[in-house]
């Protein structure tokens, strides 16, 4: 009986770490998305701030509001109302074609939607439009990524057709 008992217990011991092991996991994916909207609002500040240093005062207006739908995107992209998403994306890029983080997000619509092409000619402009930016940064890694799987797909296939 006392084994059973202590049996218990050291359940019980488990179940209380996993709760905790839980509880720490979303803290961190809390921390983490604050992160990255930390770093994304840091983009659009520093974009102002590069856009105000160069005189371009007359789209600040088109700008703003490039911002606004970018924001009602994202949040539509995370809820994972894509169509929506994807609308809101085209519609910032609308008031500013040279939105790097518009572009961006458009590509993570189009990737999604596995729409591969529309995805890095996305991302492309990206970096075209703000080279030094962290949305340009994060362009030219989902590109490589999508370089790389191109390229094990066809070693894949290279090697299918080698051992026929």
């Not at 809390?30 to 007359?58: M, N």
């Amino acid at each position: 009986m006392a084994l059973g008992h202590g049996t218990l217990l050291h359940f019980g011991d488990m179940d209380k770490e996993a709760k905790k092991a839980q509880r720490a996991l979303r803290v961190a994916e809390i921390i983490e998305a604050f992160q990255e909207r930390l770093l994304d609002a840091w983009d659009t500040l520093r974009e102002r701030l590069v856009r105000t240093a160069r005189g371009v005062h007359s789209t600040s207006d088109d700008h703003r509001k490039a911002s606004q739908y970018l924001e009602r995107g994202r949040r539509l992209y995370n809820s994972k109302d894509y169509g929506k998403a994807e609308d809101c994306f085209k519609k910032a890029l609308e008031h500013d074609p040279k939105y790097a983080l518009g572009h961006y997000f458009l590509g993570l619509v189009y990737y999604t939607n596995r729409q591969l092409d529309d995805a890095a000619r996305h991302w492309k402009r990206a970096q075209e439009c703000d080279p030094d930016s962290r949305a340009a940064s994060k362009a030219g890694a989902k590109l490589r990524m999508i370089r790389g799987r191109l390229n094990e797909v066809v070693d894949q296939l290279e090697s299918q057709i080698k051992g026929h």
